[in-house]
């Protein structure tokens, strides 16, 4: 029985991938937002398949002069075919999209090769399933940051419909056949002649070999569909643009291509929409706020013939810390195809040398992301308490635990997704690093103001009196006012003998610290922070806000709220969990 992967079906499959990615590119490209919305998508997956179809297939195949009689010849022509359009398909990858349509076709090469040596006139269903399966796995290794949702979730999908489909048949026996699939007659002949080449269907029999394959690929191909039009689990990205994965659309489309080009009928196009698009800022199930993903600056690719496996390892790192969308696809060959979106295109191709020789590199700069705002206030805050009250207040929080570095500044001020950002480090190490990142991301056109608020109640006070209906300017000095006017303090235990400026304390005493000194020593909490307000209102104050310690009951902020408004009743007092770990007890007066 002849292989239903043969070179003719082969060459059908990808030319009318490329005929229906042609058709498609423009829908696909225009809701391609994720994991950057360079729009690129579609163009991507159609010179993908236009690489592949350039693939000796049919008459220059390597074994296409053998003899049409000799069986041998014929179980080899469809596994170098196969091979052939993998190779081609791989070298020619465009982008994340084109790396993963590339796996597809590497994993149809190898689960040919795998059969043949394995079970000669291995069913169609089988095949696919097969193939599928190891494109799923060859993928899911590819992209260094698989996320569901995406374009790896309707290759599973695939994979998992067809399996189940032909354990099901294999379950009931062949002669369940015409219950369990729905019957594909008067297909055209492949070989010319009045009858089909064989039978077989998901399950072993029942259906002629390319009906069998219509079959099988009709199951994928449905698989696929639902997949990408499942709401669950879909990347905040495509949630808030109201789309589903360009990606994801792509392969369903070359899966109708398969059912296609083996006979059969393909399902309804895909839809490209789902829901409504979103704020710029989504919101989680577990209502953290969602910032809009970065977006770097160029695409690069290259080729590296041969590399040594341990080595990618350590380039595949190295560039996960240039930049995002890593990608390191093989042919099967030896050869890699490598892809990364960064701001420093220079070092990622230098990766490349330390590791190989890459070839046909290519950069290119992607299209700037479009703002999805005005204006964003951006604070560093390490505890979740204070990050739960600037979020409900409307900022971003970088959650500063450990201190993050410039390039994780930089990442959350682009994900602000906003023209103008102002940036609170709420602590005084941090301006540092904070003032490195603001510079270096104005030459991308975003409008970075630092406000050097050296405690998290000075960004919280800032953040209070923002105000996006105001001038841009106005608003920053407003806010740095608020910040200047805000004075803080903190309550510590000490932890061993010490001298401090209050004089010598001893472990377990409570240490009174205002503008990092310790002013005074008190024997427990409630007493010290009466102690440390008093000293702190003795300027003046309007408000006094205090933040509870993550090891802080609540009783010692309602019994400061009490003694205090009954020794200040011109002060008002707010009172919040701030879940800090290194101060129990944090104040802050206005």
């Known amino acids: ?31 391609n937002v994720f994991p950057v919305a360079d729009h690129d998508t579609g163009s991507n ?21 053998a003899p049409a009689a000799d069986p041998a010849a014929e179980d080899v022509r469809p596994v170098r075919a196969a091979a052939a359009l993998a190779a081609a398909a791989v070298r020619g990858a465009r982008g994340n999209s084109g790396l993963i349509l590339s796996q597809l076709f590497r994993g149809l090469a190898e ?21 599928l399966r190891r494109a799923a796995a060859l993928a899911a290794v590819a992209v260094s940051a698989p996320r569901p949702g995406t ?11 067809v399996a189940a489909r032909v354990a099901a048949g294999a379950a009931t026996g062949p002669s369940s056949a015409g219950a369990e699939l729905t019957r594909v007659t008067d297909l055209p002949d492949p ?5 089909p080449p064989g039978r077989a269907d998901l399950d072993g029999g029942g259906l002629d070999t390319t009906g069998a394959l219509a079959e099988a690929a009709r199951v994928a191909a449905d698989a696929a569909r639902a997949a990408l039009a499942r709401a669950t689990g879909r990347p905040p990205e495509l949630v808030r643009a109201g789309v589903v994965d360009a990606g994801g659309l792509g392969l369903v489309v070359v899966l109708d291509a398969l059912v296609a080009a083996a006979g059969g009928d393909p399902g309804p196009p895909p839809s490209s929409r789902m829901g409504t698009p979103g704020p710029a800022s989504a919101v989680t199930a577990d209502g953290e706020l969602v910032p809009w993903v970065p977006q770097p600056v160029y695409e690069v690719t290259y080729w590296l013939p041969g590399p040594d496996p341990a080595a990618l390892e350590t380039l595949r790192a ?12 093989g042919d099967g060959g030896g050869g890699v195809m490598v892809h990364v979106h960064t701001t420093e295109a220079g070092p990622a191709v230098e990766a490349g040398l330390a ?5 046909g590199i290519r950069i290119e700069a992607l299209p700037p992301a479009p703002p999805t705002r005005d204006r964003a206030v951006l604070l560093m805050i390490e505890s979740s308490g204070a990050g739960a009250l600037a979020r409900a207040a409307g900022g971003n929080v970088l959650v500063a635990d450990p201190d993050p570095t410039v390039d994780e500044v930089l990442a959350a001020i682009r994900a602000t997704g906003a023209e103008h950002v102002v940036v609170l480090p709420c602590a005084t190490h941090r301006r540092t690093v904070t003032e490195t990142a603001a510079e270096r991301v104005r030459f991308e056109g975003i409008d970075v103001v630092v406000i050097p608020a050296s405690s998290v109640l000075q960004g919280l006070a800032a953040l209070a009196v923002h105000d996006p209906a105001r001038r841009a300017p106005d608003d920053v000095v407003a806010m ?3 910040a200047a006017a805000t004075r803080t303090g903190g309550l510590a235990v000490a932890e061993a003998e010490a001298l401090t400026w209050a004089g010598p304390c001893r472990p377990g005493e409570i240490l009174g610290i205002s503008d990092g000194e310790v002013v005074l020593i008190a024997p427990d909490l409630a007493v010290g922070a009466l102690w440390l307000a008093h000293r702190m209102l003795t300027p003046g104050g309007e408000l006094v806000t205090v933040l509870l310690g993550a090891a802080a009951p609540d009783e010692l902020g309602e019994r400061f709220a009490e003694d205090l408004r009954r020794t200040h009743p011109e002060v008002d007092v707010v009172v919040h969990r701030g879940e800090q770990g290194d101060y129990p007890l944090v104040l802050g007066v206005e």
């Open 318 to 329: 190295r560039l996960a810390g240039l930049g995002d969308s890593v990608g390191l696809a």
């Open 191 to 195: 070989s010319g002649g009045t009858d």
């Open 151 to 161: 374009a790896l979730t309707v290759l599973d999908a695939a994979a998992a419909a």
């Open 355 to 359: 590791v190989g020789r890459p070839s």
């Open 45 to 65: 997956l159609l010179l993908t398949a236009r690489a592949a179809a350039s693939a000796p297939l049919d008459g220059d195949s390597p074994a296409a002069d």
């Open 480 to 482: 740095a006012e608020a």
């Open 1 to 31: 029985m002849a292989s239903p992967f043969d070179p003719a079906l082969l060459r059908r499959w990808i030319d009318a991938a490329a005929e229906r990615l042609t058709a498609g590119r423009a829908e696909i490209d225009r809701i």
């Open 111 to 131: 689960e040919l090769e795998a059969a043949a040596a394995r079970r000669p006139n291995t069913p169609a269903g089988e095949l696919l399933a097969g193939a």
